[in-house]
């Protein structure tokens, strides 16, 4: 056989192979996008939860709602998603989510512009010394700024250990129902965890820095309690002063302390942390 004849058996043998079905290099499962398990990876996660199952068509976190106050360093103000696995994990008041929730967490600043997204996917066996959360963080963009065990996410999200490193509401109290019941619950009224909604009784301000988290002016109901602790980043103590003289001297907080104060009286309010800087001076408004 000459040369030439055997080059042309040769592909003429590869290109009836390539027409096998199956051997066209297309895994038809990797086309659908729901059979496909989503891997801890940052880029995969972002396809999911923005092609696949577009998280702002999710739930926001139960009795939360758009652009609530946050004292998370990501942003100022947050808006909370849970996918369908973490909100079932919410309902059933498990007391930690299931394998395969995911939160998703839009981190905006004062203005409202979105400044990043920030997510906490539960993979099965990823990391057990913390719960299995995956963490990341994108841009606005989708670009990745960090992805996988993230110390910092998961050391400070770590002081919510019990309560699967979630900040955000105590997971065993389930859905805030519509109208509690209370004439049928004699003894059973759990003390809430201080959470930074305006509309309920404790409000928690964090001291980061030289500011007040969350930042800028903030409005409470009468009779409500704002409680203040020292997050100070290089561990550093803080005064707390009321200008309008709640208590005489200033509150000496050391690093990690806490001090409230409940409002009974309607009126404005500043605290302030001896500071002249922007941020350091809050108004509170009781109503
Ligand atoms: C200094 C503490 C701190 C660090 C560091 C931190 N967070 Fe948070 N995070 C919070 C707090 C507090 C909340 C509750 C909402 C709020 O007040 O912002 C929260 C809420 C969240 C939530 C919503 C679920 C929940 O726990 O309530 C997600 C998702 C999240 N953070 C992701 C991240 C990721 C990803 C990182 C790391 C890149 C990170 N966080 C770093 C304090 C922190």
Same mark, same amino acid.
């Given at each position: 056989?000459?040369?030439?004849?055997?080059?042309?058996?040769? =592909?003429?043998?590869?290109?009836?192979?390539?027409?096998?079905?199956?051997?066209?290099g297309? !895994?038809?499962?990797?086309?659908?996008?729901?059979?496909?398990?989503?891997?801890?990876?940052?880029?995969?996660?972002? %396809?999911?939860?923005?092609?696949?199952?577009?998280?702002?068509?999710?739930?926001?976190?139960?009795?939360k709602?758009?652009?609530?106050?946050?004292?998370d360093?990501?942003?100022?103000?947050?808006?909370?998603?849970v996918?369908?696995?973490? =909100?079932?994990?919410?309902?059933?008041?498990?007391?930690?989510?299931?394998?395969?929730?995911?939160?998703?967490?839009?981190?905006?600043?004062?203005?409202?512009d979105?400044?990043?997204?920030?997510?906490?996917?539960?993979?099965?066996g990823y990391d057990?010394e913390?719960? &299995?959360?995956?963490?990341?963080?994108?841009?606005? %963009?989708?670009t990745?700024?960090?992805?996988?065990?993230?110390?910092?996410?998961?050391e400070?999200?770590?002081?919510k250990k019990?309560? !699967?490193?979630?900040?955000?509401?105590?997971?065993?109290?389930?859905?805030?129902?519509?109208?509690?019941?209370?004439?049928?619950?004699?003894?059973?009224?759990?003390?809430?965890?201080?959470?930074?909604?305006?509309?309920i009784?404790?409000? %928690?301000?964090?001291?980061?820095?030289?500011?007040?988290k969350?930042?800028?002016?903030?409005?409470?109901?009468?009779? &409500?309690?704002?409680?203040?602790?020292?997050?100070?980043?290089?561990?550093?103590?803080? %005064?707390l002063?009321?200008?309008?003289?709640?208590? !005489?001297?200033?509150?000496? =907080?050391n690093?990690?302390?806490?001090?409230?104060?409940?409002?009974?009286?309607?009126?404005?309010?500043?605290?302030?942390?001896? =500071?002249?800087?922007?941020g350091?001076?809050?108004?509170i408004?009781?109503?």
């Amino acid at each position: 056989m000459s040369r030439k004849k055997e080059i042309v058996i040769v =592909l003429l043998i590869l290109t009836s192979v390539s027409m096998i079905p199956g051997c066209t290099g297309i !895994d038809p499962i990797e086309n659908t996008n729901d059979q496909k398990r989503v891997e801890a990876n940052g880029k995969e996660l972002y %396809d999911h939860i923005t092609i696949g199952n577009n998280y702002q068509n999710w739930s926001y976190w139960p009795g939360k709602g758009e652009f609530e106050p946050a004292r998370d360093p990501n942003g100022d103000l947050a808006t909370t998603y849970v996918s369908n696995t973490s =909100l079932s994990s919410l309902e059933n008041k498990e007391g930690n989510m299931s394998a395969g929730s995911i939160i998703v967490k839009e981190n905006f600043e004062p203005d409202k512009d979105l400044v990043a997204i920030t997510a906490m996917y539960k993979v099965d066996g990823y990391d057990p010394e913390h719960n &299995d959360w995956f963490w990341v963080k994108y841009s606005p %963009d989708g670009t990745i700024e960090a992805e996988g065990m993230i110390e910092e996410c998961n050391e400070c999200h770590g002081m919510k250990k019990s309560n !699967d490193y979630i900040f955000t509401a105590k997971l065993t109290e389930g859905i805030p129902a519509a109208t509690p019941n209370t004439s049928r619950t004699p003894n059973a009224t759990p003390t809430p965890e201080p959470t930074p909604r305006p509309d309920i009784k404790t409000m %928690d301000i964090w001291i980061e820095g030289h500011v007040f988290k969350p930042y800028g002016n903030v409005e409470i109901n009468m009779g &409500d309690t704002i409680e203040w602790m020292n997050h100070e980043k290089y561990k550093n103590p803080r %005064d707390l002063i009321s200008e309008d003289g709640l208590w !005489d001297e200033p509150v000496h =907080l050391n690093y990690m302390k806490k001090f409230n104060y409940t409002f009974n009286e309607t009126g404005t309010y500043y605290v302030s942390l001896r =500071l002249n800087e922007v941020g350091s001076r809050q108004k509170i408004t009781v109503i």
